[in-house]
């Protein structure tokens, strides 16, 4: 059984239909890139599944669970986490309080204080600057604090957003190589990237969004070596 499971998915905004009949599937363990032009979709469809868009039509099941209609609080609960696209975090509020708002729906204390261990040994610099507030923070730190925030939740799925939006090349390398550790301990990821060749380079599989329908779709490495995807997307 697939871990997330999305079945002719729909959403509207208004009269204009931005989903029009998705389907895709992401197994425990794996990375999967849902790659595709700005205006794609690729926001709406994490948004959807994350609870925050409801859809005019279709399922989505997550663990076996029916979350079509969820709100996105119990959502975060059941161990799905959401990197939204410009990492959002709390700028005036320093990085430890930051990472311990990932951590709003846990109950056990001693839990969190070991979790966040485990962050601060992945992202030392995180531990480093745990009193700075997060907007002194540069672009790649800040993209690591969303990062560590996301894996307080305890997840047993990450949903990202663009993570190397507006990094530097040095930053891109280092969260696409956080992303790869990541989904090596056991972290299943749902990645959207606009760096398509970046994304291929550590996903399983692959879905190519094009104006709300899913175009083609593999594996991740037939794809980064498809000519129409070369041409379209990765520049070549």
């Keep these: 059984m697939a871990m997330l499971e999305v079945t002719n998915l729909h959403v509207k905004y ?6 029009k009949g ?35 039509e279709g399922t989505i099941e ?23 696209e410009g990492r959002r975090v709390f700028q005036s509020l320093s990085v430890l309080d930051n990472l311990k708002m990932g951590a709003y729906t846990r109950t056990d204390k001693k839990e969190v204080t070991e979790t966040l261990e485990m962050v601060y040994s992945r992202f030392p610099r995180l531990a480093e600057r745990k009193n700075q507030p997060a ?11 969303a990062m560590g925030r996301a894996l307080m939740s305890h997840p047993s799925i990450i949903l990202m957003d663009e993570p190397s939006m507006g990094l530097s090349p040095i930053f ?50 037939g794809l980064l070596n498809n000519e129409e995807v070369k041409k379209a997307y990765l520049g070549e």
């Design 172 to 221: 891109v390398n280092e969260i696409f190589d956080i992303i790869k550790a990541e989904s090596e301990r056991g972290t299943t990821v749902l990645l959207v990237e606009q760096n398509a060749k970046k994304a291929l380079s550590i996903a399983d599989r692959a879905y190519v969004l094009e104006t709300g329908k899913i175009a083609l779709s593999g594996d991740a490495k």
């Design 62 to 84: 997550f663990e076996g669970k029916d979350i079509t209609r969820t709100p996105g609080h119990k959502i975060v609960s059941m161990g799905m986490a959401h990197v939204p």
């Design 22 to 56: 998705v389907n895709f599937t992401v197994n425990k363990g794996e990375v999967i890139a849902l790659i595709g032009a700005n205006g794609a979709g690729k926001t709406t469809i994490l948004h959807t599944i994350s609870g925050l868009i409801t859809p005019s």
């Design 14 to 19: 208004g009269m204009i239909e931005a989903i």
């Design 135 to 145: 907007g002194t923070l540069s672009g790649g730190e800040q993209q690591m604090l």
